[in-house]
């Protein structure tokens, strides 16, 4: 999951500093969103897979670090499961439509 610095708060107002994450929304597809956040969450996991493989090997000793590559994997992976169950209830939503 990407956070981005919000460059706009000096800007001359509330209404310029929403400009920029509204016109950079616009600018990506949203099948492009969606693979680009599936592959984030897959790489979270596996960074965090490796994370706990070298705590428990003995490599590394930071549990803090272990933790957070654990809870930022779950959560893009919680993103894209709910992403996806919004689609499938909306295309059955769809199918149920009387035309």
């Given amino acids: 999951m990407r956070v981005d610095a919000i460059e706009a708060l000096g800007s ?17 597809s949203f099948g492009d969103w969606i693979k680009t956040q599936v592959t984030e969450a897959d790489q979270a996991s596996r960074t965090a897979e490796a994370s706990v493989r070298s705590l428990a090997l003995g490599e590394s000793d930071n ?26 209830e909306s295309y059955q939503e769809i199918v149920r439509m009387q035309v």
């Fill in 12 to 28: 001359s107002g509330p209404a310029a500093s929403l400009e920029g994450p509204v016109k950079a929304a616009k600018s990506i």
């Fill in 63 to 88: 549990l803090h670090e272990v933790m957070l590559n654990l809870e930022q994997a779950r959560m893009s992976i919680d993103l894209v499961v709910q992403v996806r169950n919004r689609l499938l």
